[in-house]
């Protein structure tokens, strides 16, 4: 029996509905207080630094993001490890939410299919996080022009653009996890409780994990240094299984025009090159390609799953 119109029709509605009431929470106002407060204490500490100890700069603007001042990390270190907290919020109880309260029957009983209905509320969770996001890089921007009375250049503009779209593709990616483990589980606790699970594997004990799988695949023979090289190769394979890793190579290499590199540098990639000489922004979003494009494809991934259980999900008034 073939569908008659569009499977997209209502996507809009839907997304602008999930939208406002994920912007009209008590949870997200609670989320975004947190960010914003930690936003503001990183970027004070970074400006303090700036004055103190950088005096010219052809990319002074950039070190607003990574630059720290103890006990406080970066802004770019506090946004990977809060964003993926405020994704799960947005997401964990998408689906089993509308079951639990005896809502999802209601909603398509409405002239709309399914697919309208989770493409909605991921695009509604992703345009929360969109707004957020550029809120802060707006914060950011004006608070570095205004205590440092410099404005950005062209080149700290495309870059920073660059990072801001990356920056969404992480949180997309933790918004989908969110969404399939609400699709896959009824309950909206028990999804909330494996995403924060899967989010803390990957963001704090993935690092830990990756060289013990890397020295069990390749373990180092005395006799053949070469294996050393091949067990690091395989053990930052391992380690980009992770979001958190490939988000940070991406925010390493963007922020930091001086970086030619996500792994080691080898003699060829120095060769003809002048050290400390910035590399052209295209030449830095070149290198880092593979690793957005990887936050995308899991971001895909994690959707689809969430689309075909849900596609085969009975429904029950």
């Known amino acids: 029996?073939?569908?008659?119109?569009?499977?997209?029709?209502?996507?809009?509605?839907?997304?602008?509905?999930?939208?406002?009431?994920?912007?009209?929470?008590?949870?997200?106002?609670?989320?975004m207080l947190l960010v914003l407060l930690t936003a503001i204490g990183a970027v004070y500490g970074a400006i303090g630094r700036i004055q103190d100890t950088t005096a010219e700069d052809a990319y002074l603007f950039l070190k607003l993001f990574t630059v720290a001042r103890e006990p406080l990390p970066s802004f770019a270190t506090f946004v990977g490890f809060l964003l993926?907290?405020?994704?799960?919020?947005?997401?964990?109880?998408?689906?089993?939410?509308?079951?639990?309260?005896?809502?999802?029957?209601?909603?398509?009983?409405?002239?709309?299919?399914?697919?309208?209905?989770?493409?909605?509320?991921?695009?509604?969770?992703?345009?929360?996080?969109?707004?957020?996001?550029?809120?802060?890089?707006?914060?950011?921007?004006?608070?570095?022009?205004?205590?440092?009375?410099?404005?950005?250049s062209g080149a700290d503009i495309v870059r920073g653009l660059a990072y801001l779209a990356a920056t969404l593709a992480y949180g997309g990616v933790w918004l989908a996890l969110a969404i399939a483990f609400s699709t896959v589980i009824r309950s909206p606790a028990t999804s909330a409780l494996a995403a924060l699970s899967a989010w803390l594997v990957l963001t704090v004990f993935w690092g830990m994990i990756a060289p013990l799988i890397a020295g069990a695949i390749v373990p180092i023979d005395p006799l053949n240094p070469m294996t050393v090289l091949t067990q690091f190769e395989w053990q930052q394979s391992i380690a980009r299984i992770s979001p958190q890793t490939l988000y940070g190579e991406v925010t390493a290499m963007l922020l930091d025009p001086a970086a030619r590199s996500v792994g080691p540098l080898f003699y060829d990639q120095l060769e003809g090159a002048v050290i400390g000489a910035p590399l052209p922004t295209a030449q830095s979003l070149l290198i880092v390609w593979p690793q957005i494009s990887g936050l995308i494809a899991a971001m895909l991934i994690l959707f689809t799953v969430a689309y075909v259980v849900y596609q085969r999900q009975e429904v029950r008034a």
């Open 1 to 31: 029996m073939r569908r008659e119109g569009s499977p997209l029709k209502g996507v809009a509605t839907v997304a602008l509905k999930e939208a406002a009431d994920h912007m009209t929470s008590a949870r997200m106002h609670l989320m």
């Open 84 to 152: 993926p907290l405020v994704a799960i919020a947005l997401g964990f109880d998408a689906i089993n939410g509308e079951y639990s309260r005896r809502t999802m029957s209601r909603l398509l009983a409405q002239p709309i299919y399914r697919d309208a209905v989770l493409f909605g509320k991921f695009l509604g969770g992703l345009l929360v996080i969109a707004i957020a996001l550029l809120t802060l890089w707006l914060l950011m921007t004006g608070l570095g022009i205004l205590f440092l009375g410099l404005p950005p």
